[in-house]
T-cell receptor, first 111, second 112 residues
Framework: AQSVTQPDIHITVSEGASLELRCNYS??????LFWYVQSPGQGLQLLLK??????LVQGIKGFEAEFKRSQSSFNLRKPSVHWSDAAEYFC?????????FGAGTRLTVKP | DAGVIQSPRHEVTEMGQEVTLRCKPI?????LFWYRQTMMRGLELLIY????????DSGMPEDRFSAKMPNASFSTLKIQPSEPRDSAVYFC??????????FGPGTRLTVL
């Protein structure tokens, strides 16, 4: 069965610092890969997605993610974090509508 | 488009009562999903529909849970009877084939 692992439950970074959130998946083929962000009391908003092609994908709010097949990873990055980026981030894997989410990484941004 | 609409946004009820959660998907999106989010279990897929037909309900926890989609613009998730362990945030999401899912704002359910 496919699964998604986000090894970091909680990350704290200073405003202006760079950010990398890790995501590993377990699946035989290359599924569709997503990163969503959830602010408190809100639904999930798509940051970016990878279906095929260029393994470095750009998303909204200055985020990017790189698909590495050899490592089964799809890490999310941002060069300079803003205080408004504080939220919960979910990596997700979708194979034929069987969508699995990671446990989430909560991001705290220090001033 | 207003996006995915869910109602109510908050529901507080007593154990044993029937609860009905509602979802209006984005027009033209032919897949509809119901999720449950809790601290302990994270986001869980309960059931999804394609063209109003339930395709996979293996995530529905018990017979107390049921979902319907009478038409392309409306779906309900019903819990009868409700129990305190059903307390969670329930999300509805939709998509078109081959694309990402769009999530509603969720319904926060508290069963006392």
């Amino acid at each position: 069965a496919q699964s998604v692992t986000q090894p970091d439950i909680h990350i704290t970074v200073s405003e202006g610092a760079s950010l990398e959130l890790r995501c590993n998946y377990s699946y035989g083929a290359t599924p569709y890969l997503f990163w969503y962000v959830q602010s408190p009391g809100q639904g999930l908003q798509l940051l970016l997605k990878y279906f095929s092609g260029d393994t470095l994908v750009q998303g909204i709010k200055g985020f990017e993610a790189e698909f590495k097949r050899s490592q089964s990873s799809f890490n999310l990055r941002k060069p300079s974090v803003h205080w408004s980026d504080a939220a919960e981030y979910f990596c997700a894997v979708d194979n034929n509508n069987d969508m699995r989410f990671g446990a989430g990484t909560r991001l705290t941004v220090k001033p | 488009d207003a996006g995915v609409i869910q109602s109510p946004r908050h529901e507080v009820t007593e154990m044993g009562q029937e609860v009905t959660l509602r979802c209006k998907p984005i027009s033209g999106h032919d897949y509809l999903f119901w999720y449950r989010q809790t601290m302990m279990r994270g986001l869980e897929l309960l059931i999804y529909f394609n063209n109003n037909v339930p395709i996979d309900d293996s995530g529905m926890p018990e017979d107390r849970f049921s979902a319907k989609m009478p038409n392309a613009s409306f779906s309900t998730l019903k819990i009868q009877p409700s129990e305190p362990r059903d307390s969670a945030v329930y999300f509805c999401a939709c998509r078109t084939a081959g694309n990402e899912q769009f999530f509603g704002p969720g319904t926060r359910l508290t069963v006392l």
